[in-house]
Structure formats: structure tokens, C-alpha cells
């Protein structure tokens, strides 16, 4: 094959496989479920000028102290308090492929880092820690350290607004 078909083939060729490596990253997604025991109704809001803005709030009356529980396996990569700011105490579970799940605002955490989790194990309590208002999770899936629109049972949350969701976390 002559240079030049070898350059041409070659500049065609390249974004096809920066496609399909982007791709390949989308389809590696755990299949997320909800943060919540099997069967329980929680309330999800997303509203702009939330940060991230992907993020949701999962709320239900009387939830302080509910259990919360890991939405895919992974290994727990950080757990902090930022005391009465921000995410309060807070933990980030590693999925591999680059994402990520972010718990925050809780009351108690019940992991360590470096500690692998299955689906569905309590990880921490709901709580209203740091800059919180109230009692409520506030839940974040990322993917190379940005929040991405969520999705639990294989469907993306509604965006803007607030809907219930049953846990099939089971």
C-alpha cells in the first residue's frame, strides 16, 4: 500500500476508533439501581443550580437514619467529612472503567476505604450533614470524575423536575 492510501486510510480510520473507545465507555456502565433497599419509594429531584447539576436529592418522610446501600459493586475509594459544608460526610465508590458513585449529606458511613461492596450492602445512613436543609441522600454517578445524567434500572431519571422511584435494588 502506497504512503499516501496508508495516510488517507489512516486519517479515516482514527476517529472511527476514538468512537468506538467512547462508546465502549458508555456501554461499561454498571448497571446502576437505586442507593436503596429493594422495594422502597423514594422521591428524586433534579433542579438547575443544583451542583452538580446531574445530581439528584432522594428524599421520603421520616428518612433520617433510612439505609443507604451501594447502587453497583465496587471498591470504596473515599470517605470524608467535610464537616458543616458541602457534602458533609460523604462516600465515593469505585466501578471500575472510570465510574464512580457519590453519596453525600449522611449521618453515619459504614465503610472504609479500599473496602470492596456488592450491590445492595449498606454503605451509610441518610442523614442532613454539611450544607444540607434536611434529611436527604443527595446521589451522584460520575464518569472520569464528571457527574452524568443518572439512571437506575436501566432508564435515565426525569430532568428538571421531582418524580417517585421504587428501588429494584434487590
Known amino acids: 500500500m502506497s504512503r499516501i492510501r496508508r495516510a488517507f486510510v489512516a486519517a479515516l480510520v482514527a476517529p472511527l476508533v476514538g468512537l468506538v473507545l467512547t462508546q465502549g465507555e458508555a456501554v461499561a456502565a454498571p448497571a446502576f439501581q437505586m442507593p436503596f433497599p429493594c422495594g422502597q419509594v423514594w422521591e428524586g429531584q433534579t433542579r438547575t443550580g443544583h451542583s452538580p ?37 460523604w462516600i465515593e465508590i469505585g466501578h471500575g472503567g472510570g465510574w464512580t458513585t457519590r453519596y453525600a449529606h449522611l449521618s453515619v458511613q459504614r465503610v472504609s476505604v479500599g473496602q470492596a461492596v456488592t450491590r445492595g450492602q449498606r454503605i451509610g445512613d441518610v442523614g442532613s450533614t454539611g450544607g444540607s436543609s434536611g434529611p436527604h441522600l443527595h446521589f451522584e454517578e460520575r464518569l472520569n470524575g464528571v457527574a452524568q445524567r443518572i439512571v437506575f434500572n436501566g432508564s435515565q431519571i426525569f430532568y428538571w423536575g421531582t418524580r417517585n422511584y421504587t428501588s429494584r435494588n434487590c
Open 53 to 89: 447539576a446531574n445530581a439528584v436529592d432522594l428524599n421520603r418522610a421520616n428518612d433520617l437514619g433510612d439505609a443507604v446501600v451501594a447502587s453497583a459493586g465496587g471498591t470504596v475509594t473515599r470517605v470524608a467529612n467535610e464537616g458543616s459544608t458541602s457534602y458533609g460526610r
